[in-house]
């Protein structure tokens, strides 16, 4: 009596056949169909493994981007927006090397009030020293890399440029009127609050740490000389505000959202631009007010009122 050689393993000999090719072993079953594939034939699925034919009739699969709106820039995708920033940051820093970037663009009351608007947004390009661009720089990678791929570059924009005019009008508001100040702290301190304001369980472990990083920060603007106060606070108002608007509307990515929500977060911040020249102003006849006495004030015609302003120093136009 003769015997096949080699003999098949017990293995192969149960397995059914492929029914694309019927010589090869099936070790599985499709999901769909239920019909035994082969190696060959396997097509990974969500759940256990498909044929081919299968494959071909299932539904288009939405990737994570197209759901978020990806394929239009409104959400997910490389952070270009984040990268963009900081290299302005760190070209604008190189310049203030070399010319006098920094007393053209620093923000001061006293020059946003004789007509230079533009400080309040180029101030916020500015830094004091290497170790404040990189500590600013460092946050807004983080921050904004995340927040950005989460409600797309519009919004994103909208929060950062909100938050950084918001800074400067809380500098002219709480430092004196001639003491300048720079940096990107202002909408770094807003997208710290945006995110807060976004955070929700199941987050990133960045977005977890921020509440934590923004109690230590707030410590060191109050503990450590020579920070503007001012700047951080307006800035995290107006980057909680502007994450609190998109929660409103709604944070899901589709265009009629994005839409609203960028549409007012610039509508918000173009105020905030043309009102930086009447604050200032107001900022600075409260200050020419407070280096004179009362009951002197109270005595002095118009006239003399003026020459008073006058030896009073003239802090702002």
Not at 110 to 134: C, P, Y
Not at 175 to 183: E, H, K, N, R
Not at 211 to 223: K, M, Q, R
Not at 254 to 261: A, G, H, P, S
């Amino acid at each position: 009596m003769s015997a096949a050689w080699p003999p098949p393993t017990p293995e192969v000999a149960t397995q059914p056949p492929c029914y694309r090719h019927p010589k090869a072993p099936a070790p599985v079953t499709c999901t769909r169909c239920d019909r035994p594939i082969c190696t060959d034939c396997m097509v990974s699925a969500p759940v256990g493994w498909q044929c081919p034919e299968c494959l071909k009739g299932a539904p288009a699969v939405r990737r994570m981007r197209d759901v978020q709106g990806g394929a239009f820039g409104l959400a997910g995708g490389t952070p270009y927006v984040t990268y963009t920033l900081i290299a302005l940051c760190v070209a604008a820093y190189a310049g203030q090397q070399v010319s006098d970037l920094t007393s053209r663009g620093q923000i001061v009351a006293a020059e946003v009030a004789q007509g230079e608007v533009w400080r309040v947004v180029t101030s916020g390009f500015l830094h004091a020293g290497l170790i404040h661009l990189l500590f600013n720089m460092l946050i807004l990678f983080q921050l904004g890399s995340t927040l950005e791929a989460r409600l797309g570059k519009a919004r994103f924009i909208g929060i950062y440029a909100f938050s950084l005019i918001g800074g400067s009008i809380g500098v002219m508001l709480l430092q004196p009127p001639t003491t300048p100040a720079v940096g990107a702290s202002g909408a770094v301190f807003g997208l710290m609050g945006a995110v807060v304001v976004q955070a929700r369980r199941g987050r990133s472990p960045i977005e977890s740490s921020v509440g934590g990083l923004l109690v230590i920060n707030l410590v060191i603007t109050f503990v450590l000389p020579g920070i503007a106060i001012g700047g951080h606070l307006g800035g995290l108002v107006a980057g909680v505000v502007g994450g609190l608007l998109v929660r409103v509307v709604g944070e899901r990515a589709d265009l009629r959202r994005v839409v609203v929500t960028t549409v007012v977060l610039a509508a918000l911040a173009l105020s905030l631009t043309i009102a930086a020249r009447p604050v200032a102003e107001a900022r600075c006849g409260d200050e020419r007010l407070s280096g004179l006495n009362t009951a002197e004030l109270n005595r002095l015609s118009r006239s003399e009122l003026a020459d008073a302003y006058a030896r009073a120093g003239q802090l702002c136009p």
